[in-house]
C-alpha cells in the first residue's frame, strides 16, 4: 500500500484520504496532501508555472521564497518559513550551529545524550 507523509512525519495511507480540498487539517494538526489533478511541464529553463487559483488559495505571491524538499521521488514545494529542523515546529526555537531547533528538541536532545531515554 502506498503511503505519504504528514507535516509530523506520520504515514498516510493514500485508501484513507477524501478529495474534498488541496490540503486538509485534522483534530490532531496532521496535513495531508491532497492531488490537484493539474500537471505542468518543465520549460527548457527548468521552470514550472505554478497555477493562478493555486497561488491565490495558498497565497503565493512574487517573490514568495519557498523552499524546495526531496523525498524519495517525490518534490515537494513548501512555503519558506523558519521550523525546528527535527520536528517542523514553528514556536520556541532558536539557532543552534546555524540550525533552528525548537526547546521541546533540545530537551530531547539533551535527555538523549545523558541517557534518560
Do not use: W
Not at 13 to 39: D, F, N, R, W
Not at 85 to 105: A, S, W
Amino acid at each position: 500500500m502506498h503511503h505519504e507523509k504528514s507535516r509530523l512525519g506520520t504515514a498516510i495511507p493514500k485508501a484513507a484520504k477524501k478529495k474534498t480540498s488541496l490540503i486538509e487539517y485534522h483534530k490532531e494538526g496532521i496535513c495531508q496532501m491532497k492531488s490537484t489533478g493539474i500537471v505542468r511541464r518543465v520549460d527548457e529553463l527548468g521552470r514550472i508555472v505554478l497555477p493562478k487559483e493555486l497561488r491565490d488559495t495558498m497565497n503565493i505571491h512574487e517573490k514568495t521564497p519557498l523552499a524546495i524538499f526531496v523525498d524519495g521521488e517525490d518534490i515537494i514545494l513548501r512555503k519558506y518559513g523558519r521550523s525546528c529542523v527535527f520536528c517542523g515546529g514553528e514556536d520556541d526555537l532558536f539557532d543552534f550551529y546555524d540550525r533552528p531547533i525548537c526547546e521541546n528538541c533540545a530537551r530531547q536532545l539533551a535527555a538523549g545524550l545523558k541517557g534518560e531515554v
